[in-house]
Nanobody, 125 residues
């Protein structure tokens, strides 16, 4: 059974830091790219950052470049996103999703085949 377990959300002050984790099971880690997506109230789900563990390719949404870092730990079958200097506009429910690695540089939610549950990130000003 494919499972993605997202964790690490919470309340953080602007300028602080937070790390989200996505633990995956039920498939070979290298067979899928893993992405972080977010959905704010009234907005569509958008790709934040994606990574293909097979070749290390990464994608970042422009607004998070230089602040967020995605990484993967093969030994733990876990993908992380380190959120540094978050801003109030980063407030959203964050989801991790698994997609065919060919889509990693597009990092679009419609390409995700499997989803984890969301974790709420609230950034206070």
């Amino acid at each position: 059974e494919v499972q993605l377990q997202a964790s690490g959300g919470g309340l953080v002050q602007a300028g602080g830091s937070l790390r989200l984790s996505c633990a995956v099971s039920g498939f070979r880690f290298d067979d899928y790219a893993i992405g972080w997506f977010r959905q704010a109230p009234g907005k569509e789900r958008e790709g934040v950052s994606c990574i293909s563990s097979s070749d290390g390719s990464t994608y970042y949404k422009d607004s998070v470049k230089g602040r967020f870092t995605i990484s993967s730990d093969r030994a733990k079958n876990t993908v992380y996103v380190q959120m540094n200097s978050p801003k109030p506009e980063d407030t959203a429910v964050y989801y991790c999703g698994a997609m065919d690695p060919v889509f990693v540089l597009e990092c679009q939610s419609q390409e995700a085949q499997f989803w984890g549950q969301g974790t709420l990130v609230t950034v206070s000003s």
